[in-house]
């Protein structure tokens, strides 16, 4: 299907979705990655004049917050800077945590999960949905954190594979900078997708659409796949009859 059909029916289908739930538009974390960039040109396409992105710091890269800021400029939409480290340093100094287990998962999750409870608070006073930024990719292999940038109400881009979000984000005409810099969910100084999950995007792209790729590759995403399972899924409930 080509690059712009793809546009014109996920612009159309946020903005079916929106309406069907009552709403009058959306709201999205920016942060100045690929992904969220082509999520927010997407909505913007929706609702022109009803779309709040929120760059939400916290101890993040000064490249990431002004790549969040080029593409405010870029699509025209209403911008909120909400920084977080005073939150998450004090919510870990209640738990007991501290500054040096910053690359541990359960502190590093911590991020998102704030960033979750930002935009639902702006989206509620607003009536908004709020727009995931995940793609299929990671999707597949639960590289998201459950309740933190996984809560969202829609996701349109977790039909698309990583090298399609790219596609995407050329036709959308997202700053080539952010097209061209190694992908990151910002948990820590250094961090890079591939580099935490061990494969490239093109490696499990390749696996996710054809089956195809080495002995590792496919040992690695079934096995991540099924560690993930319960991301994708909403809680079971439970059986007493």
Not at 89 to 108: C, D, P, V
Not at 150 to 157: A, C, Y
Not at 176 to 193: M, R, Y
Request: hydrophobic share 40%.
């Amino acid at each position: 299907m080509e690059t712009a059909v793809i546009a014109d029916r996920l612009v159309q289908w946020i903005k079916d979705k929106t309406t069907q739930a009552g709403c009058k538009g959306v709201a999205l974390g920016i942060s100045g990655g690929i992904d969220s960039a082509v999520v927010a040109g997407l909505a913007v396409r929706a609702f022109p004049h009803s779309t709040l992105g929120i760059i939400m710091p916290c101890n993040s890269l000064s490249q990431d917050i002004e790549h969040g800021h080029l593409v405010a400029s870029k699509y025209n939409f209403e911008l909120k800077v909400i920084d977080l480290l005073p939150v998450y340093q004090n919510l870990l100094g209640i738990l007991q945590g501290t500054e040096s287990e910053e690359k541990s998962m359960a502190a590093a999750n911590i991020k998102p999960r704030l960033r979750m409870i930002t935009l639902y608070y702006y989206a509620q006073q607003k009536s908004y949905l709020v727009l995931g930024t995940s793609n299929r990719t990671e999707l597949t292999i639960g590289y998201f954190t459950k309740h933190g940038d996984g809560g969202s109400d829609l996701l349109p881009l977790g039909g698309l594979v990583k090298w399609q979000v790219r596609e995407l984000a050329r036709y959308l005409e997202v700053p080539e900078v952010i097209i061209n810099k190694p992908p990151s969910a910002g948990l820590w100084e250094g961090q890079t997708d591939e580099g935490e999950i061990g494969l490239s995007y093109e490696e499990l792209d390749r696996f996710i659409l054809s089956g195809q790729g080495s002995d590792q590759v496919k040992d690695k995403v079934e096995n991540l796949y099924r560690a993930s399972q319960h991301k994708r899924q909403f809680p079971p409930i439970g059986v007493f009859q």
